[in-house]
């Protein structure tokens, strides 16, 4: 396996795609309890594009190295670390570090990725797969013959989450641009145009009784007509501002006005619950807690990939270096599934 020298993308501080830095260092070596990476796959998140901005509501201070989650063969391992480990294709999420050609995480913090998924299939499946399935079944708790609204069905969460639910026996009203309506209804999802006014209204139509949960990544105003959604006993869970990404400002303020509404919401007696989902949360205050859910989870959509239940849309394949290209693509709103970084 040829380890190579470290190569690594810099975000140097709020800059057009074209401002990324390539920088070469020294490949790292692993401390106590910590394995080196050899990433084969990482990907354009929506954190780094909220990054880039300075608009990730708890983004480190420029400059660092972006990259979300990654996939990659552990190249060697530190002491306390199992040495079998090395040679192993493992997931990591990480939230920032994943835009390198080799990272060090804590070997307690990979996941291993079963024989026969490929390093690029696997990445789309890591944050994605993550939120997508504790939102599904640790937040909203699903079950067969309930119906859910999924904002930005289309999308990298979005388009696993309706795969998700399918799975689960769960009928999915998705909102998306007219473009991608087809390859929609071809899911077994019932189209909603959001573009086309009243989406509230057009949703109330197909499920007139409200519905069982609303995953809704928009945020803002919109927010609202989610909550108005929901049948009794339904929940809502919001994952993301994706309105407020070009606004300028504070960048935790939309976040904060989001808990605020949802802290009210759940205060009311009105048998409907409102979430703010962070896929971080509880790390701090549980780390293994945290870890094992997050093994599990993963591990189950693994799972789900292998039985063919979930498949994983790569949109496009970048080298590293092209890292520029490739969040332009991601940012442009016409590709579907994940645009993918490759050494």
């Not at 057009?16 to 080196?36: C, D, K, N, S, Y």
């Not at 609204?149 to 969460?157: C, F, I, L, S, W």
Request: proline share 5%; net charge positive.
């Amino acid at each position: 396996m040829n380890a190579g020298g470290l190569v690594e993308v810099v975000l140097p501080g709020t800059v057009e795609p074209e401002g990324l830095e390539i920088r070469h260092g020294a490949v790292p070596t692993p401390g106590p309890g910590q394995v080196v990476i050899l990433m084969e796959a990482t990907g354009v998140s929506f954190a780094e594009q909220q990054m880039r901005r300075g608009r990730y509501y708890d983004q480190p201070a420029f400059p660092f190295v972006p990259g979300y989650d990654l996939v990659g063969t552990v190249l060697t391992t530190g002491e306390g670390v199992e040495p079998g480990l090395a040679g192993t294709r493992v997931a990591a999420l990480v939230k920032v570090g994943g835009w390198a050609s080799h990272v060090v995480v804590d070997a307690a913090d990979v996941v291993e990725v079963p024989d026969g998924i490929g390093a690029a299939e696997a990445e789309t499946l890591v944050v994605n797969g993550i939120t997508a399935w504790q939102m599904l079944h640790r937040k909203a708790r699903v079950r067969a013959g309930q119906t859910v609204v999924v904002h930005g069905a289309n999308g990298g969460v979005g388009s696993v989450l309706v795969q998700l639910a399918h799975a689960a026996g769960v009928k999915v009203i998705g909102t998306a641009s007219a473009r991608h309506h087809d390859a929609l209804r071809q899911q077994g999802v019932a189209p909603v145009d959001y573009r086309a006014g009243d989406v509230a209204a057009r949703i109330r139509e197909l499920a007139p009784g409200g519905v069982d949960a609303v995953f809704d990544h928009v945020g803002g105003r919109g927010i609202v007509d989610s909550w108005r959604l929901l049948a009794p006993g339904g929940t809502l869970v919001s994952y993301g501002s994706a309105s407020t990404r070009d606004d300028q400002g504070s960048k935790q303020w939309p976040v904060f006005k989001l808990l605020g509404r949802v802290w009210l919401w759940n205060a009311l007696p009105n048998r409907r619950r409102a979430y703010f989902f962070n896929v971080w949360a509880g790390r701090a205050l549980a780390k293994n807690g945290f870890r094992d859910r997050l093994r599990a989870d993963l591990t189950q959509v693994f799972a789900a990939f292998q039985r063919g239940d979930v498949t994983a849309q790569i949109a496009a394949q970048l080298p590293l270096t092209r890292a520029a290209d490739a969040m332009r693509l991601a940012e442009s709103g016409t590709v579907a599934g994940k645009v993918v970084l490759t050494p």
